[in-house]
């Protein structure tokens, strides 16, 4: 299977009943978080299917692929290797490119190249540890199980295991969340049956939903350090000098009645 025929099967599912189900959750988590971040420069790696920045604000955002089969992106780009500046972007999304990445390490190492300090990570990815990760699995090694539930390319990377890369990097995840707690069901009319799950899943096993959302901020502590010490001292400096002024006056006071 070719780069490009993965990524269409991609596309395929992503009309189905269940991809659909899928985007509307994901939909609505990008539109919450990028509302109020704020800054100058934000880009989405793939998946056009979702406007992930369509409810931020900033001058400059844009939508890049890696791949011409991508007619709405406006930048075509290796997710590898992005043509942007070190610490250049306020705000980067990645839904799902972390899977159907090259290499995700490098991809995520690129990431942390292109955002500024303090800049925001929104990643979006399947939950292999899910009713539909399961399905999945059942799918591919027991016989009469019917095709697979989800996209057959890329790699799911499980939740606790891209925690651990971003740690790696400096990140630091400042939320997350799961979704998506139907069962793995092709039928608009099942999942729309389904729909009261998501109340209690997200209760009581918040981390088995079929997909996972997080918002992770880069930190560079010493520069961090750094400007909070020189604030202090500046602080200090000015508080100081109207004491003074004011003890002086005072005994011009006395010495000069």
Same mark, same amino acid.
């Given at each position: 299977?070719?780069?490009?025929?993965?990524?269409?099967?991609?596309?395929?599912?992503?009309?189905?009943?269940?991809?659909?189900y899928?985007?509307?959750?994901?939909?609505?988590?990008?539109?919450?978080?990028?509302?109020?971040?704020?800054?100058?420069? *934000?880009?989405?790696?793939?998946?056009?299917?979702l406007?992930?920045? @369509?409810?931020? %604000?900033?001058?400059? +955002?844009? !939508?890049? =692929?890696?791949?011409?089969?991508?007619?709405?992106?406006?930048?075509l780009?290796?997710?590898?290797?992005?043509?942007?500046?070190?610490n250049?972007?306020?705000?980067l999304?990645?839904?799902?490119?972390?899977?159907? *990445?090259?290499?995700?390490?490098?991809?995520?190492?690129?990431?942390? @190249?292109?955002? %500024?300090?303090?800049? +925001?990570? !929104?990643? =979006?990815?399947?939950?292999?540890?899910?009713?539909?990760?399961?399905?999945?699995?059942?799918?591919?090694?027991?016989?009469?199980q019917?095709?697979?539930f989800?996209?057959?390319?890329?790699?799911f990377?499980?939740?606790?295991?891209?925690?651990?890369?971003?740690?790696?990097?400096?990140?630091?995840?400042?939320?997350?969340?799961?979704?998506?707690?139907?069962?793995?069901?092709?039928?608009?009319r099942?999942?729309?049956?389904?729909?009261?799950?998501?109340?209690?899943?997200?209760?009581?096993?918040?981390?088995l939903?079929?997909?996972?959302?997080?918002?992770?901020?880069?930190?560079?502590?010493?520069?961090?350090?750094?400007?909070?010490?020189?604030?202090?001292?500046?602080?200090?400096?000015v508080?100081?000098?109207?004491?003074?002024?004011?003890?002086h006056?005072?005994?011009?006071?006395?010495?000069?009645?």
């Amino acid at each position: 299977m070719t780069r490009e025929d993965s990524i269409i099967e991609l596309t395929d599912w992503l009309q189905t009943p269940p991809g659909q189900y899928l985007l509307t959750w994901e939909q609505s988590r990008f539109d919450e978080a990028v509302a109020d971040i704020f800054g100058f420069h *934000a880009l989405q790696l793939g998946l056009p299917e979702l406007a992930g920045l @369509r409810s931020n %604000r900033m001058p400059h +955002r844009w !939508l890049a =692929s890696d791949g011409p089969q991508c007619a709405q992106a406006t930048l075509l780009c290796d997710f590898d290797a992005l043509p942007f500046d070190s610490n250049s972007l306020d705000l980067l999304l990645l839904p799902h490119a972390l899977e159907l *990445a090259h290499d995700p390490h490098q991809a995520l190492r690129e990431a942390e @190249r292109v955002l %500024r300090p303090e800049g +925001r990570l !929104l990643i =979006s990815g399947l939950n292999p540890a899910s009713l539909w990760g399961l399905r999945q699995n059942l799918g591919s090694v027991l016989p009469g199980q019917g095709p697979m539930f989800l996209p057959q390319e890329g790699e799911f990377i499980g939740y606790w295991r891209l925690r651990d890369w971003l740690r790696l990097l400096n990140f630091e995840v400042d939320a997350a969340q799961f979704g998506a707690y139907a069962p793995p069901l092709r039928s608009t009319r099942w999942l729309q049956r389904w729909s009261w799950v998501e109340g209690i899943g997200s209760r009581w096993w918040p981390v088995l939903g079929a997909v996972y959302f997080l918002v992770a901020v880069k930190r560079v502590r010493g520069m961090r350090l750094v400007g909070l010490e020189r604030q202090r001292k500046k602080q200090h400096r000015v508080a100081a000098a109207p004491v003074v002024a004011r003890q002086h006056h005072k005994k011009s006071i006395f010495e000069n009645p």
